[in-house]
Structures are given as structure tokens and as C-alpha cells.
Nanobody, 124 residues
Framework: QVQLVESGGGSVQAGGSLRLSCAAS????????MGWFRQAPGKEREFVAA????????YYADYVKGRFTISRDNAKNTMYLQMNSLEAEDTGVYYC?????????????????WGQGTQVTVSS
């Protein structure tokens, strides 16, 4: 069982930055891949970024590539999402998720633990 708690959301002007955090429970944090997803009002949840258990591999959706950076600190059981050059289209609820069964990045359907989400609002 893994519990995930996101923090760091808020309201920011376009062009600004935010850093999200995701704290995980348990002793095996470094053994499984993690990801960030988001859901805008009236839209389906979409993938944002993923990171392998060791942190050596990362993967980004095209629409955030070059602006967002995913990272993790396995000693602190915490994953981060640094978001720069924010756009109004980045507005939504951001969720962290864990693929408890793999240390490697796999398709989104494999994520089996989810946080409650944190709101990010970007005004233009």
C-alpha cells in the first residue's frame, strides 16, 4: 500500500513558476516509477511526466517538454515537478501516481496508486 500526498499548487500569472511535491509513504519508494498527470476542467486526465525508480530516466509529454522538470529524492520519499514558463493551458488539478510494480517507466495504464491532487491555476 502506498499513500501519496501532493502539495505546492496555487495561482500564478502566465510565465511564472511553481514547484509541486508528492510525498509517498513506505520504505520502497526508490523501487517504483512515478508520474505526474493533470486534469483540466471538462477534459480527460492526461499524462505530464514520469520518472523511473532510480531517477535515471525521465519522460515528458510534448506539451510540457522544455518547461517542466520531474525529479525525485528517494532519501526523502518525495517526487517533484518544477514548472516554468507556465501557460493558461497548464491550469488543472495535478495528480501524482505510482507504478508500484515496476521501477521502469511504463504506459499510464500501469499506475495503480494515486494522490488526491493539487490545484494549479495560471492566469493570462
Amino acid at each position: 500500500q502506498v499513500q501519496l500526498v501532493e502539495s505546492g499548487g496555487g495561482s500564478v500569472q502566465a510565465g511564472g513558476s511553481l514547484r509541486l511535491s508528492c510525498a509517498a509513504s513506505g520504505r520502497t519508494f526508490g523501487l517504483y516509477a512515478m508520474g505526474w498527470f493533470r486534469q483540466a476542467p471538462g477534459k480527460e486526465r492526461e499524462f505530464v511526466a514520469a520518472i523511473s525508480g532510480s531517477g535515471a530516466s525521465t519522460y515528458y509529454a510534448d506539451y510540457v517538454k522544455g518547461r517542466f522538470t520531474i525529479s525525485r529524492d528517494n532519501a526523502k520519499n518525495t517526487m517533484y515537478l518544477q514548472m516554468n514558463s507556465l501557460e493558461a493551458e497548464d491550469t488543472g488539478v495535478y495528480y501524482c501516481a505510482a507504478d508500484r510494480n515496476s521501477g521502469l517507466i511504463r504506459p499510464s495504464s500501469y499506475y495503480n496508486y494515486w494522490g488526491q491532487g493539487t490545484q494549479v491555476t495560471v492566469s493570462s
